[in-house]
C-alpha cells in the first residue's frame, strides 16, 4: 500500500508510519521537517506547509492518506484538491471535542450532536468530518479519540500518572475512585487506524478505550502493579479539589468534576462501533510502563503547545495540606 501521512513525526503519526513501515507499506511523509528530522532514513519526504503551496502533491497518487494533522476544513481540502486524483481511502483523526456537550451521567456515541459552528478546536474537527463527507463519500474514516497515552505524548496528560507514582510518596487521588476513566494506547490506536485503511473501511468511531470499564481506582492500581510502587492514595472528592483551585484535566489529568453541566461525561464514550470494527487494547500496565519508560529515557515531553504543567510535588503537597485543613475545621 502506498501511504501518504501527513506530519507523522511527533506522536500518533510517528507510530503510525513505524507500524506501517514494520507491515511493508511504502510511506511518504509531508510536512515542514520541524521536528524528527532523523526518523525514519530513507522514507519519502516531501516538505511543505499544509497551510502553503501543496504543487510538490501534484501527480501523486496514494492508496491511502493518513490525516492526524488537519485542524481546519480548508486544509483537509488543500490536500484533496492538491492530490487530483481519486484518495481510495482517506483516515481522518478527528477528537471526541467534535461533540456538542457531555452531560454527566451518560454515555454517548457517534450519532450524538456534534459542536455547531466554526469557533474553537472541537467545532473545528467537526467541519473537518463534513469537508470529508462532501469530497469523499464513502472512503473516510473518522477516527475520534479521546485521551491519547504512551511514548512520545507531547502533552503529558497520561504520562504524569506514571512519573507521579514512580516519584513515591503520599499521592492525591482525583474524585469518586468507582468514576469512570477512558485513554487508548497510542501504539493501539495506530495499528488499528492502519487496518481501518488497509480494509478501505470507512465510518465514524469513538476511538477510546479500555476494552472494558476502566474506573480511577482501577487505574491507580494498574499504576501501583506495572510499576512496584508501594504508594499511598489520599483521595479527595470533587468538591475539595476545586475549593483547593485544582485546575480539572490540565493540573489534575484525567480529573473532571462529575457534576460539570458541559464535560461531566465526557470519560464516558461508547466504543462498540469502534471495537466491532477491530480496535483492541494492550494491558494498561504494558501503556503505563511505556509513558514512563520514554519519559525516563527522554526527560519527558518537550516544549509544545499543547503540553499541559500538571501538579508539581510542592502544589500537590499544599493541595493536599488545605484539604486537611479544610476537614478539620468542619
Known sequence: MRLLVLGGTVFLGRHLVEAALARGH????????KHGPDLFPGVERLRCDRDGDL?????????????PSGYRPGQVRAVIEALRRPIPHYTFVSSISAYRRFPPGRSYDEDSPLREGSAGYGALKARCEEALDAALPGRCACVRPGLIAGPCDPSDRFTYWPR????????????????????????????????????????????????SRLTMEGFLDACR??????????????????AAGVEPWTE??????????????????????????????????DTIKGALEWNVRTGGPQDSAIRVRPLSLQREAAVLASIRRSSASR
Open 164 to 211: 507521579r507514582f514512580a516519584q513515591g510518596g503520599e499521592i492525591l487521588a482525583p474524585g469518586r475512585p468507582e468514576r469512570p476513566v477512558q485513554f487508548i494506547d497510542v501504539r493501539d490506536l495506530a495499528e488499528w487506524c492502519l487496518r481501518l485503511a488497509e480494509a478501505r473501511r470507512a465510518g465514524r468511531f469513538n476511538a477510546v478505550g479500555p476494552g
Open 225 to 242: 502493579r506495572a510499576l512496584g510502587i508501594r504508594a499511598r492514595l489520599t483521595w479527595a472528592d470533587d468538591a475539595a479539589l476545586l
Open 26 to 33: 511504502a510511506v511518504t511523509l509531508l510536512n515542514r521537517g
Open 252 to 285: 489534575m489529568p484525567l480529573w473532571i468534576p462529575e457534576a460539570d453541566p458541559e464535560s461531566g461525561g465526557m470519560l464516558r464514550a461508547d466504543n462498540q462501533r469502534a471495537m466491532a470494527a477491530g480496535l483492541a487494547f494492550r494491558p494498561i500496565e
Open 55 to 67: 504543487s510538490a502533491l501534484h501527480g501523486r497518487s496514494f492508496d491511502a492518506v493518513f490525516d
